[in-house]
T-cell receptor, first 112, second 113 residues
Framework: AQSVTQLDSQVPVFEEAPVELRCNYS??????LFWYVQYPNQGLQLLLK??????LVKGINGFEAEFNKSQTSFHLRKPSVHISDTAEYFC??????????FGQGTRLTINP | DTEVTQTPKHLVMGMTNKKSLKCEQH?????MYWYKQKAKKPPELMFV???????INESVPSRFSPECPNSSLLNLHLHALQPEDSALYLC????????????FGPGTRLTVL
């Protein structure tokens, strides 16, 4: 089955430091990848998505991700985090028609 | 407006109760979804409706019964649930294309006693 793997269950960083959240995917002919964020007690919000074209994808809230076909990775980055970025981050891909399959999630905690 | 609303926010029910979860969107989306999210786990797809017809059922037990009465509304009818069904139930909507963004509601937190 097509899947995504998030390599870190928790990532602690200091405020204003850069952060990278890692995601690897199982290779297939077509790959559509997403990053979602879930703030405490809320639903999921799309940060960015890769469908085709440029491998560097810009998203909301200063986040970006790079699609790397040779490494089968889609890591999420932000150059300077804020306390408000504390949340659970999910990498996801489309499997078949319309089915979103999520990684296990990475909890980002920001220390002042 | 990119809002998906869900009611109620919280629901506590006994194993013999019948209850319903409701989801509404006014973005003109023709695909709607139910996901189940257990604590500290990712969401898992339960059902997909496309053009008000059930298109995906991820082998969900029959005690969960989805309904899509029109293109804006999605219900999930619950009956004879088990304590292990306690979870956050998320609704989402999107256009019908497979790469279209799914917009999620805030969820209903269900506790089964």
């Amino acid at each position: 089955a097509q899947s995504v793997t998030q390599l870190d269950s928790q990532v602690p960083v200091f405020e204003e430091a850069p952060v990278e959240l890692r995601c690897n995917y199982s290779s297939s002919v077509s790959v559509y990848l997403f990053w979602y964020v879930q703030y405490p007690n809320q639903g999921l919000q799309l940060l960015l998505k890769y469908l085709s074209g440029s491998t560097l994808v810009k998203g909301i809230n200063g986040f970006e991700a790079e699609f790397n076909k040779s490494q089968t990775s889609f890591h999420l980055r932000k150059p300077s985090v804020h306390i408000s970025d504390t949340a659970e981050y999910f990498c996801a891909r489309i499997q078949g028609a319309q089915k979103l399959v999520f990684g296990q999630g990475t909890r980002l905690t920001i220390n002042p | 407006d990119t809002e998906v609303t869900q009611t109620p926010k919280h629901l506590v029910m006994g194993m013999t109760n019948k209850k319903s979860l409701k989801c509404e969107q006014h973005m003109g989306h023709r695909a709607m979804y139910w996901y189940k999210q257990k604590a500290k786990k990712p969401p898992e797809l339960m059902f997909v409706y496309s053009y008000e017809k059930l298109s995906i059922n991820e082998s969900v037990p029959s005690r969960f019964s989805p309904e899509c009465p029109n293109s804006s509304l999605l219900n999930l009818h619950l009956h004879a649930l088990q304590p292990e069904d306690s979870a956050l139930y998320l609704c989402a909507s999107s256009q019908v294309g497979i790469t279209d963004t799914q917009y999620f509601g805030p969820g209903t937190r269900l506790t089964v006693l």
